[in-house]
């Protein structure tokens, strides 16, 4: 979808390489500019064949040019490729492009195609403009965390839920401003923030709080809002999550997966408000009839109710998963499966490799000279 267009991307940890992964994937050119050190994203762990998880995750195909911003002759080499690129995206700390002398408002007047994304902790025009920020405290501070967890305890979501959605609204954006200026010439000065992608995630709970006065309670592997939702278990052990999501369900639950038609016609369960009124009982009921019951006797009773259901797996499950599906990129020499993007067919001239740090300086670096001297 993107082939013949070239980014330049100053990022690092998840947000920005998730936008530049995905723009990688449908065929767009991505010089990623790294410090002589790296992106810090490489030394967080070194468990896929001594690479990073998070680098491997989101970095392959792209080209890594080594600049020394701190010296004359790296700040120019960056200027060159901003100045040559349709689309700029990078997740600096607040003002550290500035310090550079790179001045975004003055690129996009001089080039009113271009597109930049800017990725912060918060929005530029609030007072947490200037602020770092990272995944865990977004989730703390947007109270993303406080409604995640135990009745005992919040928690945190168990990935960089706050980056990764971050990164997908970025990529979304950048998208909308290649079809803009494909309609009209003109390109797009975009900000996305990690503040604001937490809000979004909560827009229900926030709803229920400012209109309700009543946001959802930590209640575990369990639906606030929807009863019965949540973790029962079997007489063999197996944990599973059961959904009903509307009447018929219920109705089918009692009739067919539970063999309990009494619970039909108890008030406490004539519709979803009472049950979620009545949680404990219902939850209760159900967890008796199950206790009896192996998983395989279940899964055939819950199958036949067309009532949703999902064993609580381990992620050690995901691997062997029948509906898992992965593509292949290039670790060490190594082949490294990943989980298959959504919806995304992978362009043709992507590269699945893994680029070593600095591997494409030289040839980035010649292709301006050689550029300067066409011009």
Not at 190 to 202: K, N
Not at 254 to 277: K, W, Y
Request: hydrophobic fraction near 45%; glycine fraction near 8%; aromatic fraction near 6%.
């Amino acid at each position: 979808m993107l082939e013949q267009i070239k980014v330049v991307t100053l990022e690092q940890a998840v947000a920005a390489p998730l936008c530049t992964h995905r723009l990688a994937l449908a065929g767009a050119e991505i010089i990623k500019i790294e410090r002589p050190e790296g992106d810090f994203a490489r030394y967080y762990d070194s468990a896929v064949f001594g690479e990073s998880a998070y680098f491997v995750w989101l970095n392959a195909g792209k080209k890594s040019v080594v600049l020394d911003l701190r010296s004359d002759q790296g700040l120019s080499a960056l200027k060159q490729l901003i100045q040559r690129a349709d689309v700029l995206v990078q997740n600096l700390k607040p003002g550290a492009l500035a310090k550079l002398g790179i001045d975004l408002a003055a690129v996009h007047e001089q080039r009113p195609d271009f597109i930049s994304v800017s990725i912060a902790g918060f929005s530029p025009d609030g007072p947490g403009r200037n602020r770092k920020a990272y995944d865990l405290l977004m989730q703390a501070e947007s109270g993303l965390a406080d409604i995640t967890g135990s009745p005992h305890a919040p928690g945190r979501v168990g990935v960089s839920i706050v980056d990764i959605a971050t990164g997908m609204f970025a990529y979304e954006a950048v998208l909308g401003a290649l079809i803009q200026r494909g309609n009209n010439g003109v390109g797009a000065a975009i900000t996305v923030s990690l503040f604001d992608t937490a809000a979004e995630l909560l827009a229900v709970p926030y709803l229920l709080q400012r209109y309700g006065g009543n946001a959802p309670q930590r209640i575990g592997l369990a639906h606030p809002g929807i009863c019965p939702y949540g973790v029962f278990a079997s007489a063999d052990a197996q944990r599973f999550v059961l959904s009903v999501q509307n009447e018929r369900e219920w109705q089918q639950l009692c009739r067919i997966g539970l063999e309990q038609h009494g619970l039909i016609e108890d008030s406490r369960c004539r519709n979803n408000e009472a049950r979620v009124a009545h949680r404990e009982f219902v939850d209760g009921a159900v967890q008796q009839v199950f206790a009896d019951l192996t998983y395989a006797v279940i899964s055939t009773r819950l199958t036949a109710a067309d009532v949703a259901f999902a064993p609580l797996n381990p992620v050690s499950a995901l691997l062997n998963h029948s509906d898992f599906h992965t593509e292949v990129v290039q670790v060490q020499g190594q082949n490294v499966e990943l989980p298959r993007v959504p919806g995304l067919p992978i362009a043709e001239g992507f590269s699945p490799e893994l680029p070593e740090l600095g591997a494409d300086t030289e040839a980035v670096l010649q292709s301006l000279a050689a550029d300067v001297q066409f011009e």
